[in-house]
């Protein structure tokens, strides 16, 4: 089984920057990709990120240039450095892993962008 722990959510002012971190225990070898999914109110769930095995990036396109995801192998952690954010990006924001083929999701983190 594998455990994904989420932190660094929060309330920040339009234009600031907040850093998400999840870190995985527990049967997690064979790590194929991690990232990030978000969920906004009265929305579906939408992927916003992953970083696969090789240190390839991907990124949904309302983020693109604002948004970084990096990973520390040796602490089996990633990180959403979020920056210029915007109400809009207000949302739970969920860690997920792939690990032998299996999803799996953290208990998620809230971001609120707000004046």
């Known amino acids: 089984q594998v455990q994904l722990l989420e932190s660094g959510g929060g309330l920040v002012h339009p234009g600031g920057s907040l850093r998400l971190s999840c870190t995985a225990s527990g049967i997690i070898f064979s790590i194929n990709a991690m990232g990030w999914y978000r969920q906004a109110p009265g929305k579906e769930r939408e992927w916003v990120t992953m970083?696969?095995?090789?240190?390839?990036?991907n990124y949904v396109d309302s983020v693109k240039g604002r948004f970084t995801i990096s990973r520390d192998s040796t602490k089996y952690t990633v990180y959403l450095q979020m920056n210029s954010l915007k109400p809009e990006d207000t949302a739970v924001y969920y860690c997920w892993a792939v690990v032998r083929g299996n999803n799996y999701w953290g208990l998620g983190t809230q971001v609120t962008v707000s004046s």
């Open positions: 970083i696969d095995s090789d240190g390839g990036t």
